[in-house]
């Protein structure tokens, strides 16, 4: 079990509306553990839904862009949880194949294009330095405007913090989860 308790049920009104208010509204899985456990302080789980949520809506950094990014940081980052959930729901929703998901943790080479061989360098270089080289901007700048390059850097981001979350309260991933690759 994690570190911190997650919210258990029945819920007030409020604690289920902000529990429910998480995640894709298709989504077909139970309210998410780290959901359960950011609700015990409401005020701030509502504050980081919104941020959240924003890399979803009205974006303009394409789908597989954003999920190959995000992969690669929880990969980078060791965020089993994290990337479990992103690997089995969005994966597929973005056209990020299991074994896609698979290398981004292990390393392996899959055919990735040119232009996601330089994102991944870029989630690469970002989390080892916290920065982009002019060369990596400009890289990056062949497949993505400034907008999409800005919007990445703030998922990025945002799933480090994430992950730094799940990591620290040492959450286990949830039975539809997609497993951390054995051979990682």
Not at 65 to 86: K, P
Not at 90 to 116: F, N, Q, R, Y
Not at 135 to 141: R, Y
Request: aromatic share 8%; glycine share 8%.
């Amino acid at each position: 079990m994690s570190r911190v308790a997650p919210l258990a049920p029945p819920w007030s009104e409020e604690d289920a509306a902000g529990i429910n208010s998480w995640g894709h509204p298709d989504r077909s899985y139970e309210p998410l553990l780290l959901v359960r456990c950011l609700q015990r302080h409401p005020a701030m789980a509502a504050k980081l839904r919104k941020l959240g949520e924003s890399l979803y809506v009205d974006t303009k950094l394409p789908p597989r862009v954003r999920t190959i990014a995000i992969l690669r940081i929880c990969a980078l980052v060791g965020c089993a949880y994290e990337w479990g959930g992103q690997a089995a729901f969005w994966g597929p929703i973005a056209g990020v194949s299991d074994d896609e998901c698979d290398a981004l943790v292990t390393g392996a080479d899959v055919g990735w294009s040119s232009d996601e061989k330089t994102l991944i360098s870029a989630v690469d270089e970002l989390e080892h330095t916290g920065s982009w080289t002019a060369k990596t901007w400009a890289a990056l700048g062949h497949s993505l405007s400034d907008e999409q390059r800005m919007e990445l850097l703030i998922a990025v981001g945002w799933y480090r913090t994430i992950c730094t979350l799940c990591n620290g309260l040492d959450l286990p991933t949830e039975g539809w989860m997609r497993s951390w690759p054995a051979s990682a």
